[in-house]
């Protein structure tokens, strides 16, 4: 490939690529860039000439990136976001009047336990705002953060990685939860009867480790019978509710769930430790205006949920 001369390369062609890397379809890209698929497709054939790699290949019904691709998707997408944030400049941000959209991160029961009251607080704060709830990815999280797919992730549930914010939003513990009827559970737990149940186990993605709740009993020799697992928050309630299983879980989502559904709201027979749930970003939107003022209607339209205390960390 020759050497590429910035001043007599289109500029637009570097939007309509971040289209085809993050759509993956000529059509869908053309409508997040607000051109013809004619036009797209133009856009695909003179990328492909000027950088001597197809891109994006045929894979059954459809398309894939070729790994020259895969290497442009980050980096790519960071450089435009740098660049909308060098063109706005010192821009003034008033609320009432903009049409920004945001992308958040959230796990699904976070995401019904949050948005009501931020919605609420945003129809009269900026009624063109709008934002976007995506999957949590625990391992992932950071580098959508890194390359600008996420503005904000909310939970516990970013690595440690250089250039990444965090504010606490409200204190989570933790909480138990039997259906109503119960044969063994009635309104009360003790350690034996929780050690004898079948539990229903909340994962984290492809988690394997122990967790709090089993190092917990672990250092009084004791251990739990998980007779099954899922990935979803919002399922775990209720599935308990028409089963015999026992769950432990975040108590906003258990006392969420017990208006709506027969459950038993029931202490832990152990002593665990409460954490914070918290919203995550990237430092480069710090000073951003609009990005800041996001934040602080989060931070307000979340300080009173949880626990009114500071988080209590693990004692093992």
């Known amino acids: 490939m020759s050497r590429i001369e910035l001043a007599n390369f289109n500029l637009n062609l570097l939007v309509a690529l971040d289209g085809l890397l993050s759509q993956r379809s000529v059509t869908a890209a053309a409508q997040r860039v607000r051109v013809t698929p004619s036009a797209m497709s133009h856009s695909l054939a003179e990328l492909r000439q000027l950088l001597d790699d197809p891109l994006l290949v045929r894979a059954g019904r459809g398309m894939v990136l070729t790994s020259r691709a895969e290497a442009l998707v980050g980096p790519l997408h960071k450089l435009l976001l740098d660049a909308e944030r060098l063109l706005r400049g010192g821009a003034t941000f008033d609320p009432t009047t903009t049409a920004r959209r945001f992308v958040i991160a959230a796990p699904d029961f976070l995401a019904t336990l949050l948005l009501p009251s931020l919605l609420e607080a945003m129809a009269r704060e900026a009624p063109a705002l709008s934002i976007?709830?995506?999957?949590?990815?625990?391992?992932?999280?950071?580098?959508?953060?890194?390359?600008?797919?996420?503005?904000?992730?909310?939970?516990?549930?970013?690595?440690?990685?250089?250039?990444?914010?965090?504010?606490?939003?409200?204190?989570?513990?933790?909480?138990?939860?039997?259906r109503n009827g119960h044969p063994n559970i009635d309104g009360a737990l003790d350690l034996d009867g929780y050690t004898r149940a079948g539990h229903l186990l909340i994962t984290l993605g492809d988690d394997a480790g122990p967790t709090w709740i089993d190092q917990a009993l672990a250092t009084r020799g004791k251990k739990r019978r998980i007779t099954a697992r899922v990935r979803y928050?919002?399922?775990?309630?209720?599935?308990?509710?028409?089963?015999?299983?026992?769950?432990?879980?975040?108590?906003?989502?258990?006392?969420?769930?017990?208006?709506?559904?027969?459950?038993?709201?029931?202490?832990?027979?152990?002593?665990?430790?409460?954490?914070?749930?918290?919203?995550?970003?990237?430092?480069?939107?710090?000073?951003d205006p609009a990005h800041a003022w996001l934040r602080k209607l989060l931070r307000n339209t979340t300080k009173s949920l949880g626990l009114r205390e500071q988080p209590k960390k693990r004692s093992w």
Request: charge should be negative; charged fraction near 20%; proline fraction near 9%.
């Open 233 to 287: 928050f919002m399922t775990a309630p209720l599935i308990v509710a028409r089963s015999d299983l026992l769950m432990t879980g975040p108590s906003m989502l258990i006392r969420y769930f017990a208006e709506l559904v027969p459950l038993q709201i029931l202490a832990p027979p152990i002593e665990l430790p409460t954490y914070p749930e918290e919203a995550y970003w990237h430092e480069r939107f710090d000073d």
């Open 132 to 178: 976007e709830i995506v999957p949590s990815a625990r391992r992932g999280n950071a580098w959508l953060l890194e390359t600008g797919e996420v503005d904000l992730a909310l939970g516990a549930v970013v690595d440690h990685a250089p250039g990444i914010r965090r504010m606490d939003l409200c204190t989570e513990g933790f909480l138990c939860a039997a």
